[in-house]
């Protein structure tokens, strides 16, 4: 083994034909990148700032509009309102039915969310961890279900609903609504129970356990944060949902929030309680707000779970 004094800066690099050359940036070139990385990060926090105010604004204004009168909404609209008008939520509240509505709603999500998460969870992990003929066809199924348009199934299941006598019911919306949820729900759980460790699994079925145990105390608590993101996707779109209770439940004691929201702006007609529509409005949206602002971190983490692995 030979030394030299010569310092290695001074030594000319011998390499081969096949040495790969490696190329040092000159402070232009890391200049230029730095300040084109500088333009971009600008753009794209202006377009989420433009974003943000699109989507906020709407939504302030709709909470500012509930505490004015029905004058002060058509004479000054973008005006703060001179005092709350607490009266225009009480009325909304009691006068409109809100009170029963909301409690309809509210019985009705939370049946059929708890449903549709449970059925859901179980079919999709069967899918994702059990190999049987048929698997992938029933898989596509559920896949193909997302493709297919609610409003083409109304008069079907309106007859099919009827001849069950569950038309007008509570259970009757539930079971429309959960059967509604799990193409969807099936198919994110799917996904997701297949990014779970198998070894854990099977450590459990080495210590005794049976299926259904390791299902509920094993894999179903790992999978918290795939069925908190889809549990908040199905609330929304079932908190929302207007055009299935329109047709199954149309007796007016049993309906749900968005069917009393249109009563409430088409009751008096070109005299609406606009004022009272705005608290009426405001009312449905608090509690999907609420909702996402709690969960919003095991939302992201559910819907990144699968890239992380």
């Not at 943000?52 to 302030?60: G, H, Q, S, Y």
């Not at 606009?274 to 919003?296: D, K, N, R, T």
């Amino acid at each position: 083994m030979k030394t030299t004094d010569t310092p290695p800066s001074e030594v000319p690099a011998q390499r081969g034909s096949g040495d790969p050359v490696t190329k040092t940036k000159s402070p232009e070139d890391k200049k230029l990148k730095s300040s084109e990385g500088g333009v971009l990060n600008v753009f794209s926090h202006g377009m989420l700032i433009l974003w943000a105010i699109l989507v906020v604004m709407p939504l302030l204004w709709a909470v500012m509009t509930s505490f004015k009168t029905d004058g002060d909404i058509f004479g000054s609209p973008w005006s703060l309102p001179d005092k709350l008008h607490f009266e225009n939520w009480s009325r909304a509240w009691s006068d409109a039915h809100m009170s029963d509505y909301f409690l309809n709603t509210i019985v009705v999500v939370a049946c059929s969310l708890v449903g549709t998460l449970v059925l859901g969870s179980m079919v999709a992990y069967v899918l994702a961890r059990f190999e049987f003929p048929g698997r992938r066809f029933i898989y596509f199924l559920f896949v193909g279900g997302m493709s297919f348009p609610i409003i083409l199934a109304l008069v079907p299941l309106f007859f099919v609903m009827k001849n069950l006598a569950l038309l007008n019911t509570i259970q009757g919306l539930v079971l429309a609504y959960i059967a509604y949820s799990l193409p969807f729900t099936v198919f994110f759980l799917t996904s997701f129970f297949r990014t779970l460790p198998s070894s854990i699994a099977e450590a459990a079925f080495v210590d005794g356990a049976s299926h259904t145990r390791t299902f509920f105390q094993i894999m179903l608590p790992m999978a918290k944060p795939g069925l908190i993101s889809v549990g908040i996707f199905n609330f929304l779109g079932q908190w929302n949902q207007y055009m299935i209770p329109t047709v199954l439940n149309p007796d007016p004691d049993k309906r749900v929030l968005a069917q009393g929201l249109v009563e409430l702006a088409t009751s008096q007609g070109y005299k609406g309680d606009w004022s009272g529509l705005f608290a009426g409005l405001v009312m449905a949206m608090l509690p999907v707000l609420a909702a996402y602002i709690i969960f919003q971190r095991q939302v992201v983490q559910g819907l990144t779970a699968g890239a992380l692995k």
